[in-house]
């Protein structure tokens, strides 16, 4: 199992995929800190915004800004805020990034069939399904903490403590998110497994999210049904809500909710995998 590892991280570290996606969180932390502004990817699901982007005087302010140091200015105006708080927020941008890692780490092995070769020698399907469950949970692990840590030294460095929280918050904030963020992680690892090929997998689970958001809120709107359960508990929604100092209870479920994805995933991936006909 470590040999399949060790193979693996030669293999993706030799390639230029991860360091893309390093340097794209790098090229997103330094936008998102000189403007003052978390980015995110999908419906906006700030649930505690710092800076009323209902007040349509402060929209037209923005909209009318010309330069980078303007926006800088009137996002200042609005006063001093934990920037690094609402970033932590929109971790589910990270999903994206997750998709990139579970590709590169197990469905190319699919799509180039050297899966086959691989459990031909001694290596047993559960070593194999263990082996690639860990690596990818280690670097998306990594990713989140290069994440959120990357995002707070630099927005430190240029915006200042006014607009930080601390290191220990931040740490806090990670390990709150991390069940939910493993649960989805589950979901895509055995969506791999399932669908093994690589188009097939970028095809259904790239869009995944913002479908999972269009439909659920197409339902509520169309039966006129109470949100809350919607906005507590889609993936993109609770992260947000989570750094948005919830109630204990609140974080219990969040928690259980990633736990129960983790193990219902891992058993769909695990038993469809072992039944699979290998070709």
């Known amino acids: 199992m470590l040999n399949i590892i060790k193979s693996d991280l030669y293999r993706i570290f030799k390639g230029k995929s991860i360091y893309i996606i390093f340097l794209i969180i790098i090229l997103s932390f ?29 929209v037209e302010k923005l909209s009318k800004a010309k330069t980078l140091k303007e926006v800088r200015e009137i996002m200042k105006s609005g006063g001093e805020f934990e920037l690094d708080r ?12 997750f ?14 069939k050297s899966i086959k070769n691989t459990l031909s020698s001694a290596i047993t399907r559960k070593k194999y399904y263990l082996s690639k469950s860990i690596l990818i949970f280690g670097l998306c692990t990594i990713l989140l903490f290069f994440n959120n840590y990357g995002f707070y030294f630099i927005n430190l460095l240029i915006n200042g403590k006014g607009f930080s929280s601390s290191l220990l918050e931040v740490t806090k904030l990670t390990l709150l998110q991390l069940p939910l963020i493993y649960g989805i992680i ?19 689970m790239i869009p995944f999210i913002i479908l999972v958001q269009l439909i659920g809120m197409g339902i509520i709107s169309l039966f006129r049904l109470s949100a809350a359960w919607f906005y507590n508990f889609e993936f993109q929604f609770a992260l947000s809500k989570i750094v948005s100092h919830p ?32 070709k």
Do not use: R, W
């Open 86 to 97: 609402e970033v932590i927020g929109t971790n589910a941008n990270l999903y994206y990034f």
């Open 186 to 204: 589950s979901l895509l690892i055995s969506m791999a497994f399932l669908l093994k090929k690589t188009s097939t997998f970028n095809t259904i």
């Open 99 to 112: 998709i990139v890692i579970v590709v590169i780490v197990l469905c190319t092995d699919f799509s180039n």
């Open 247 to 278: 109630e204990g209870n609140y974080l219990l479920k969040i928690s259980l909710l990633g736990i129960f994805y983790m193990l219902l995933f891992h058993i769909i991936g695990y038993f469809s995998f072992k039944k699979t006909e290998i």
């Open 30 to 58: 330094i936008i998102e800190a000189i403007g003052i502004s978390p980015g995110h990817i999908g419906i906006s699901t700030n649930t505690n915004p710092s800076v009323d982007l209902n007040n349509p005087e402060f």
